[in-house]
């Protein structure tokens, strides 16, 4: 996806003014997308422009810039996606109504600088959850988060805690594209390499949900709680589920709503039992739970197998001896 900055940072240079250009030139800016459309096959989508409450241009005068991007980008390729309308909260919404030959709608859902992942600062929109929810039922194109990561200055075992808790829900909703901002940095917290292209914790993450998520969808479906030790926090117990019709079913949970803890402070796990949505009955002896930020694979014993005292394994009810933490636990049943 190739994001199209329009000149100088915080300002609306799209031409250098000593060559006697106009500063705003939609027409030029989008000849140069529709040269772009056509120039290299890796290119899926134009992004028009980079969060442009941050430029001098008003809502007017980027929709008018969009509109004539989105007529010579199709005409040069057809196939090309054009996405943007990358500002925040009502704005967003705002311009989804003024742009309407876009394919798609970009926005930056960082966090209110709490360190809590289900967290979101769209202005009046402080969920992320409420925030999609919100532009679903504006809009039905598809949805590019083309920017997005842990506060700055986080430890980077924070960064994957939050990245895991924050791909789970963007999963969950089926939110279509999500870019990490940044894949190589010097601030841990917002890199995903580091300058010497050493991979950071949350490398790992992405590497360990990728091949099994793959081709599962968001459902509505949760996991209920049938037991759980003294104590459990069920305030802040979260799950979402992934499955595909006669296939796979992936079950996330997680201790949400509250502020990722520093390396090593955070409380131990707290054990229960769990029942959830299946579209099919498990293969027996195949099914593990994951830690998708430590890399921990635990499997899950059936029934009537002899299992280590505390292991997890399938009941009647569901399986026992799940430890949830702050960290994203998936229970995976092929």
Same mark, same amino acid.
């Given at each position: 996806?190739l994001c199209?900055?329009?000149?100088?940072?915080?300002?609306?240079?799209?031409?250098?003014?000593?060559?006697?250009?106009?500063?705003?030139?939609?027409?030029?800016?989008?000849?140069?997308?529709?040269?772009? +459309?056509?120039?290299?096959?890796?290119? @899926? +989508?134009?992004?028009?422009?980079?969060?442009?409450?941050?430029?001098?241009?008003?809502?007017?005068?980027?929709?008018?810039?969009?509109?004539?991007?989105?007529?010579?980008?199709?005409?040069?390729?057809?196939?090309?996606?054009?996405?943007?309308?990358?500002? /925040?909260?009502? @704005?967003?919404?705002?311009?989804?109504? /003024?742009?309407?030959?876009a394919?798609?709608?970009?926005?930056?859902? $960082?966090?209110?600088?709490?360190?809590?992942?289900?967290?979101? $600062?769209?202005?009046?929109?402080?969920? @992320?959850?409420?925030?999609?929810?919100e532009?679903?039922?504006?809009?039905?194109?598809?949805?590019?988060?083309?920017?997005?990561?842990?506060?700055?200055?986080?430890?980077?075992?924070?960064?994957?805690?939050?990245?895991?808790?924050?791909?789970?829900?963007?999963? /969950?909703?089926?939110?279509?594209?999500?870019?990490?901002?940044?894949?190589?940095?010097?601030?841990?917290? /917002?890199?995903?390499?580091?300058?010497?292209?050493?991979?950071?914790?949350t490398?790992?993450?992405?590497?360990?949900?990728?091949?099994?998520?793959?081709?599962?969808?968001?459902?509505?479906?949760?996991?209920n709680?049938?037991? $759980?030790?003294?104590?459990?926090?069920?305030?802040?117990?979260q799950?979402?589920?992934?499955?595909?019709?006669?296939?796979?079913?992936?079950?996330?949970?997680?201790?949400?709503?509250?502020?990722?803890?520093?390396?090593?402070?955070?409380?131990?796990?707290?054990?229960?039992?769990?029942?959830?949505?299946?579209?099919?009955?498990?293969?027996?002896?195949?099914?593990?739970?994951?830690?998708?930020?430590?890399?921990?694979?635990?499997?899950?014993?059936?029934?009537?197998?002899?299992?280590?005292?505390?292991?997890?394994?399938?009941?009647?009810?569901?399986?026992?001896?799940?430890?949830?933490?702050?960290?994203?636990?998936?229970?995976?049943?092929?």
């Amino acid at each position: 996806m190739l994001c199209l900055q329009a000149g100088l940072c915080y300002g609306i240079q799209y031409s250098p003014t000593w060559l006697g250009y106009s500063q705003y030139d939609p027409q030029g800016y989008a000849k140069c997308c529709a040269y772009l +459309a056509t120039a290299h096959p890796a290119i @899926y +989508a134009i992004e028009v422009m980079n969060e442009i409450n941050n430029q001098s241009i008003t809502a007017g005068q980027y929709a008018t810039l969009f509109n004539a991007t989105v007529a010579a980008v199709h005409a040069a390729n057809p196939n090309m996606k054009v996405i943007g309308m990358d500002t /925040q909260g009502q @704005y967003v919404v705002d311009l989804i109504r /003024q742009c309407p030959g876009a394919d798609g709608v970009s926005y930056h859902p $960082y966090g209110l600088k709490d360190y809590v992942p289900e967290n979101t $600062y769209e202005w009046q929109w402080r969920t @992320y959850s409420g925030w999609i929810a919100e532009l679903r039922k504006v809009s039905k194109l598809p949805l590019f988060e083309t920017e997005r990561n842990c506060d700055s200055g986080a430890s980077a075992n924070q960064s994957a805690v939050w990245n895991a808790r924050r791909l789970m829900l963007s999963l /969950q909703l089926n939110v279509e594209h999500s870019f990490i901002y940044t894949f190589e940095g010097k601030d841990t917290a /917002q890199s995903v390499v580091d300058m010497n292209a050493k991979p950071e914790p949350t490398y790992s993450v992405v590497q360990r949900l990728t091949p099994i998520i793959k081709g599962l969808k968001g459902t509505t479906y949760t996991a209920n709680l049938v037991s $759980y030790q003294t104590g459990f926090d069920l305030t802040h117990f979260q799950s979402c589920t992934l499955d595909v019709s006669g296939g796979e079913t992936v079950v996330g949970v997680w201790f949400g709503n509250r502020a990722v803890y520093k390396d090593g402070t955070a409380p131990p796990a707290q054990i229960c039992t769990l029942n959830f949505h299946q579209q099919h009955t498990h293969v027996a002896g195949q099914s593990y739970i994951l830690d998708l930020v430590t890399g921990t694979k635990t499997h899950i014993y059936e029934s009537n197998e002899v299992h280590p005292t505390g292991a997890p394994y399938w009941t009647s009810g569901g399986v026992a001896n799940i430890p949830v933490s702050e960290r994203v636990l998936l229970i995976v049943t092929p």
